[in-house]
């Protein structure tokens, strides 16, 4: 069922990017906005950006880098180690954020997985629909973690994954509009996890 949800989005998504002005592979440097519509966006290690955007492609951040807002529609997006972002959103694929990697506000992804790296810090929310959330041990969400209700998760067949290990940090709660399968470490409370749903959702 994940991949006719994911069928059913990159079709959509193909026919908004039609749209678009910039088509092909981009690179981003020198602290100026990339845009793309067919193609990826890559910033090289120790570069600066400004907003990176991009309807139908990966965007990839090297190591020691540093952009503003990372937007996706359909496709994956990649932080380097010890590199920094405002935020981080796709639609239709992964975020993984590199070890050591900051991220000022909030993290978000409708159908897709989110992968923490030792050390992340995420300075708002980290929003999750359709796909697993791993936090690494020294990994810190300032904010909650919050897995929505949405349709693709209303007709997905597999139950989302949320993996916390040992010496992650998470300050907010863990609110729950749907059901997810929780893997708490010791150390930290079933209280925090907050379900708002009823039954087998």
């Known amino acids: 069922m994940k991949n006719k949800i994911t ?8 026919i908004i990017g039609l749209s678009g002005c910039v088509v092909g592979n981009q ?16 910033v090289k290690d120790g570069q600066r950006a400004g907003d990176l955007e991009n309807n139908s492609g990966n965007i990839t951040v090297g190591r020691n880098a540093k952009v503003r807002s990372v937007e996706l529609t359909n496709g994956n997006i990649e932080i380097g ?3 920094e972002a405002y935020s981080l959103s796709t639609v239709n694929g992964n975020i993984e954020a590199g070890k050591n990697a ?7 992804v409708v159908n897709g997985n989110i992968n923490i790296e030792q050390g992340v810090s995420v300075g708002a929310n980290l929003i999750a629909s359709n796909g697993d959330v791993t936090l690494a041990k020294k ?16 007709i997905a067949d597999e139950t989302p994954i949320l993996t916390i290990v040992e010496g992650a ?15 708490l470490p010791n150390s930290m409370s079933p209280d925090k996890v907050v379900r708002h749903f009823k039954g087998e959702k």
Not at 7 to 14: C, I, P, Q, R, Y
Not at 27 to 42: A, E, P, R
Not at 102 to 108: C, G
């Open 7 to 14: 069928a059913l989005l990159s079709t959509s998504l193909l």
């Open 27 to 42: 690179v981003g440097h020198s602290g100026n906005d990339v845009y793309s519509t067919f193609g990826n966006i890559d």
């Open 81 to 83: 180690d010890f590199s």
């Open 102 to 108: 900051v991220i000022t506000r909030s993290i978000k």
């Open 139 to 154: 990994s810190m969400i300032k904010g909650d973690i919050i897995f929505e209700d949405t349709f693709f998760s209303s």
């Open 169 to 183: 940090i998470v300050e907010g709660k863990i609110h729950l509009h749907r059901k997810v399968n929780v893997v």
